[in-house]
């Protein structure tokens, strides 16, 4: 039998999914700079040193200091991996994301923390470059770090608390297993820096590292291979590095890939699998006026 609901009630109800909107808006509203600015920026300055350095400075993405937001010479394609977290192969995007550059200022609104600064990047992205993406699945060649036989040495703390970049591939052993017919999760983002690589002789590069942990070797190995590479190695703990490779045929040095095998114990092995994807449908190649 039914009862008809007094209108007090109705009322009450209306006014608290009210109260609820208003305080949801002003939370998404929280979630954007209160000033934002976007400048393009020549691809050259005519000085090598200049040059270098603010290709340094882009490595670094957008940074915060106090309440502000800079970023130097950044291309698009980085502004979207670090609003996203995902490496470069994890995102399908016009070529010209990732040649021309740009300058980043902003204002961070009152109460936001750095938390908050990958939403924030995701509202302007979509403001001044109009984006809008979607994401699916996508057979990819990649290179899949697996343990030979290991002979990197322990580090003196071997056995760190594991960290965002470790959980990520730990996901994605889970999901692509031994076989090279799975799928894999996108990465958590950006590791932590694993410093410079040296060179041991014309043409080839040396990396010593005395505590490392795979998802840093990854990163660093990323740097000289043809295609992305997925920690599936099960290792948690820190190794000792110390790596010598050839950077071209002609190097009195192994190729990085016999070096891996046979002076870390690890292997590259290619395969195909699914991996999750972001496709952008639209992109501005001028950003809105500031």
């Not at 915060?64 to 995102?91: C, E, N, P, S």
Request: proline share 5%; hydrophobic share 45%; with cysteine.
């Amino acid at each position: 039998m039914c009862h008809d609901v007094p209108a007090s009630v109705v009322i009450e109800k209306m006014i608290a999914t009210i109260l609820l909107s208003a305080a949801l808006l002003q939370s998404q509203k929280a979630l954007f700079f209160e000033v934002a600015s976007v400048r393009p920026c020549p691809a050259t300055t005519g000085s090598d040193y200049e040059d270098g350095r603010r290709a340094g400075m882009s490595r670094a993405g957008v940074k915060l200091t106090g309440t502000r937001a800079t970023g130097t010479w950044l291309t698009v394609k980085q502004l979207i991996g670090q609003a996203y977290t995902l490496k470069d192969h994890q995102m399908v995007l016009p070529a010209w994301t990732d040649k021309e550059h740009f300058d980043i200022a902003a204002t961070l609104p009152a109460g936001a923390t750095a938390a908050d600064l990958p939403v924030m990047l995701q509202g302007l992205l979509a403001e001044r470059f109009a984006l809008t993406s979607h994401r699916e699945e996508r057979e990819q060649a990649v290179l899949a770090l697996v343990v030979e036989k290991l002979k990197m040495p322990e580090a003196a703390d071997a056995t760190p608390p594991p960290s965002a970049a470790t959980e990520a591939n730990s996901k994605a052993r889970a999901e692509v297993g031994a076989s090279s017919g799975g799928s894999a999760g996108a990465s958590a983002g950006p590791v932590s820096a694993v410093g410079r690589v040296g060179t041991a002789a014309a043409g080839s590069a040396h990396i010593r590292r005395p505590s490392i942990d795979t998802a840093g070797i990854v990163e660093i190995l990323t740097r000289f291979a043809d295609l992305p590479i997925l920690d599936l190695t099960g290792l948690t703990g820190k190794y000792q590095m110390d790596l010598t490779f050839a950077l071209q045929d002609s190097a009195d040095a192994p190729s990085i890939y016999t070096a891996v095998k046979e002076q870390l114990g690890l292997k590259l092995d290619r395969r195909k699998i699914k991996m999750e994807v972001l496709v952008a449908d639209h992109l501005d190649q001028s950003p809105k006026e500031n």
